[in-house]
């Protein structure tokens, strides 16, 4: 469980300005599940999981994923997004335990 | 990762039995969890009507395209995305998406918001379905409305556990 929230952020080679660009993202979570005693009733606690996702470029919020523990384990996000300009879209993935993991990928021209 | 995929098929498999044997008992009575605004344990039935209450949801198969395999082996990782025809501009775009899958004990799966920066409305992510049943995805508009489609998944071995 060492590898929690490593963040692999995924742009395509080649973009140029004013491309709507498809991102592919994923993060090394567990994203617990319920668990259920042997009497089958949940057990009570403050479950691990990813539940808010949020995408920024150019300072401004591209797209924002407020998930639950019905998305997997090590979970992928796809969106889209209009490059415009070069700089950086950053990935910021929020956990019930106030974890936040980062990711970040530059917007080059070229 | 790879090594341990299949005990940990094994594992999922025997959790998913041991759930769904308990789920009828403990379905009927909704109980809220850790800091979920999204998705509580409900019935699907619920979950619309909590988010959604009564207003009127239009049939979006010419506009919303859900991409789900019909098939899904492993229902701990299955991949969905949902493509919206949308021209993305500040008047007309393409506000929230919600994936839905009707079988989970957690309906909803994540909801997506989106801004016209976004360009094209096109997500994807992958989720966890418990059984075989119904996955939606619910789509709302700038401008208030609502657009459903929804497509059955067959799943041959559930991912949500307990």
């Known amino acids: ?110 | 990762m790879r090594d341990h995929s299949i005990s940990r098929r094994r594992a999922l498999a025997a959790l998913g039995a041991i759930g769904l044997g308990a789920s009828g008992l403990t379905l009927s009575a909704p109980r809220p969890t850790h800091a979920q605004t999204v998705g509580q344990h409900e019935t699907v039935d619920e979950a619309l009507k909590r988010i959604f209450g009564a207003r009127p949801m239009k049939d979006g198969s010419g506009v919303v395209k859900l991409d789900i395999p019909l098939i899904a082996e492993n229902g701990a990782v299955v991949p969905v995305s949902v493509d919206v025809t949308s021209p993305m501009t500040p008047a007309n775009y393409v506000k929230t998406i919600y994936v839905v899958a009707d079988k989970n004990r957690i309906p909803i799966a994540f909801r997506t918001t989106l801004g016209p920066e976004a360009g094209q409305a096109a997500i994807g992510a992958t989720i966890r379905l418990g059984e075989t049943g119904d996955v939606r995805a619910i789509v709302e508009q700038s401008d208030g409305t609502l657009l459903a489609v929804k497509r059955e998944v067959k799943v041959t071995v559930g991912g949500c556990g307990g």
């Open chain 1, 1 to 110: 469980m060492s590898d929690i929230g490593k963040v692999r952020v995924r742009l395509p080679s080649s973009i140029k300005p004013g491309d709507v660009v498809r991102v592919r993202s994923l993060v090394i979570h567990p994203m617990e599940r319920i668990e259920r005693d042997s009497k089958g009733k949940i057990i009570d606690k403050k479950y691990l999981y990813i539940n808010r996702v949020v995408a920024t470029y150019l300072g401004k919020t591209v797209a924002v994923f407020d998930t639950t523990q019905s998305v997997s384990e090590n979970p992928t996000f796809v969106f889209s997004f209009r490059a415009t300009d070069p700089g950086t879209l950053t990935i910021t993935f929020h956990d019930t335990h106030g974890g936040k993991y980062e990711g970040t990928a530059d917007v080059k021209f070229g």
